[in-house]
């Protein structure tokens, strides 16, 4: 009788234990998600040729701001025709081109649990959660500024939901965390709770070089090692128009130094930075991302380097950013010919500008989706919990999100 | 003095005017659209023609009930097999593939305004409202039976979209009018508050013929001149498996003798009433549109029918249809091509089966739309306001829908 009463007591134990664990919904198992319809191209073959010319002409005829010395002393000694006291640089476009053709088509980028590997090419895509955005939102705290402990419930859910495949920058900016130590503890954070593929900022020569050194910690790597094959990447916007910045550009230099991932992404929203058109936009995107990648193989030949797109339309009244729009959609799938006509991967978001996770912010981010994946992008930033055109991540647009995904 | 005074008081008239005056959302202005991309297909040819070949079998070998004496004998003197006991009529396939030569790849219905003409077939699309929900719900009044006052509201947002270009059957049924003048009353009340396409139920020999005196009288046509052109337009589902039932074809077969078009939609729901995969549900419904359509190019070679498709999944655990879902998208893309490999027009839907116009309405419907343009329908039937997958019509939904079309 002692021995079917200790029995019961255990199976007491072990159905409450079932019924604290959190349950997630049902879920496909993790896995390497691959296209299997052709993306769609809007424009023919003639219409990519002259985008590529115009591109050409802007950059060897206007030249881009590179506003870091490092990279004008690197571009200056590779023959580019360098004005150190404008900071402009203007490329010779059969150069260019020589520069973008030792780039990789295909990456695969391994993280501390090797099973998490993703590969970015091709017909391979991968999503990641929301990044950057300062505030954070859900139904039982309201809108207010980021935490580390927001930071680190965002980190939880991506971890358990196998659609997202890898983890974007901060997915909130922990604003209780000093800014001098906050990418340490952030990393430290995301390295910690997640096992897949991780992303770090490049702001500054310190962090990303702490960043670098605490990925190869936590997957057990000599420096040889992590810098075999990419290990982790980075996202550098330009400062558009026609502008690169010294941090990012530092930042950058820093990881393709030492063989990690670089996705060049202009925030060329027409209208606001770029022209109102959207080829006049991409024709500006296209000249800003290539001379970046350009950069990046003079510092290591067959650096992996991803073609990167953010080109989207303003609001003509307010000048906010519109997403999900058909704007939106062509420029993305314009963007993904352009990176196939230069070989390279390409990244897209799944962007929205609602206030709210309604109706508006889900059609908004189901166009973008749509853009994105019709567009044939490898990597799609932001796919769950952005809202507010990036002001916002919230926790029930990240379910919403996934639901889609899935 | 009294001069200005006077000017004034019309300007306040003017404003007040203006003021009550329904103003619309800011909307694009009526046109015909047309596909600018390819349809996305996902099956080879080898697999269309397989498809083909099965279809053929079952219409060959097995055979399709038509539960309808009229049918059989028409059938019969074409030369089918038929067995007047049991109702079931077998094809050859070389006669059916004749019969379905006959129709037209592209048909134009004019309604009574001339300029809402609208074209189906190749490129061209166009958007109809909900159709046929016993519910009707607004946030100010919650979930009801309908009635003809929410018909009529229906009918006049159907008008004023310029993306709704034509209104099928009822948005909601007016359960407060009598079954037996229902569809003289609610027919009466689109032709008045709509000038656009209409559609009108095949339920009986009296209610079409109706139907038709009555559009015609719209048009201010006489009866050859109706019938040299379509000028509206029916809706037949077959009553899957294998059956068409004695109404439907008793009023399609009154349209095609009168040269008015057909859509022929099998609503074969995979693991329901069809087989639980997609292709061997597509292959069940591509038996089903075929018998019918042969049938009506018997009655008058040439008939305007359009290939239909409502190939979706069901829920496995609750046997609820499920709309928005990975496999009605590629259901809707295959059947599009099958639909160009007979050289019909496809007609597809928006549907979704979310209980309120929530996220999940949004998501689904923004896929089903997806899958319904990307497997080029040229008729989108319940394109705005569709609810708990057809049991309710949403006045906020319509709105919403709209917002997508646009």
Redesign the interface.
């Known amino acids: 009788m002692d021995q079917a009463a200790s029995k019961r007591r255990a199976a007491r134990r072990r159905s409450k234990a079932a019924a604290a664990r959190p349950v997630l919904a049902d879920q496909l198992p993790w896995c390497q998600p691959a296209y299997?319809?052709?993306p769609?191209e809007?424009v023919d073959s003639d219409g990519i040729a002259r985008i590529h010319d115009a591109s050409m002409r802007i950059i060897e005829d206007m030249g881009i701001l590179f506003l870091n010395d490092t990279a004008l002393q690197i571009l200056a000694e590779a023959g580019c025709r360098v004005d150190f006291a404008t900071k402009n640089v203007r490329m010779d476009r059969v150069w260019l081109m020589e520069q973008v053709k030792k780039a990789p088509p295909v990456i695969t980028i391994t993280p501390r649990n090797p099973d998490r590997a993703i590969t970015f090419g091709g017909r391979y895509f991968n999503f990641g959660q929301v990044a950057s955005p300062p505030n954070v939102t859900d139904l039982d705290h309201g809108r207010r500024m980021g935490t580390r402990e927001d930071c680190r419930n965002f980190f939880k859910l991506a971890q358990s939901y196998n659609c997202i495949h890898f983890s974007c920058g901060y997915p909130v900016e922990p604003m209780d965390l000093h800014p001098s130590t906050r990418h340490l503890d952030t990393l430290y954070d995301k390295l910690v709770l997640t096992d897949k593929v991780v992303h770090a900022y490049s702001l500054g020569p310190d962090r990303i070089a702490d960043a670098m050194e605490m990925v190869r910690l936590a997957g057990g790597l000599s420096s040889a090692e992590f810098e075999a094959q990419p290990r982790m990447f980075t996202n550098i916007n330009s400062t558009s128009p026609l502008k690169h910045d010294w941090p990012m550009l530092d930042g950058a230099m820093r990881m393709a130094a030492r063989n990690q991932m670089v996705v060049v992404a202009p925030f060329t929203l027409a209208g606001a930075m770029a022209p109102v058109t959207i080829v006049g936009a991409i024709v500006q995107q296209n000249a800003e991302a290539l001379a970046a990648i350009a950069l990046l193989q003079t510092v290591r030949a067959g650096a992996p380097v991803m073609y990167g797109a953010f080109t989207s339309n303003v609001d003509m009244k307010s000048g906010a950013p519109a997403f999900g729009t058909p704007e939106y959609i062509r420029a993305m799938q314009i963007s993904g010919q352009m990176a196939r006509y230069y070989n390279l991967p390409f990244r897209a978001s799944n962007a929205n500008a609602a206030q709210a996770?309604?109706?508006?912010?889900?059609?908004e981010s189901?166009?973008s989706l749509?853009g994105s994946c019709s567009g044939g992008a490898n990597l799609i930033y932001h796919a769950a919990g952005w809202l507010e055109g990036g002001l916002v991540a919230s926790f029930e647009k990240f379910v919403?999100d996934c639901?889609?995904l899935q």
């Open positions: 299997l319809d052709r769609v809007p996770p309604d109706a508006q912010a889900v059609w189901a166009f749509f919403i639901e889609m």
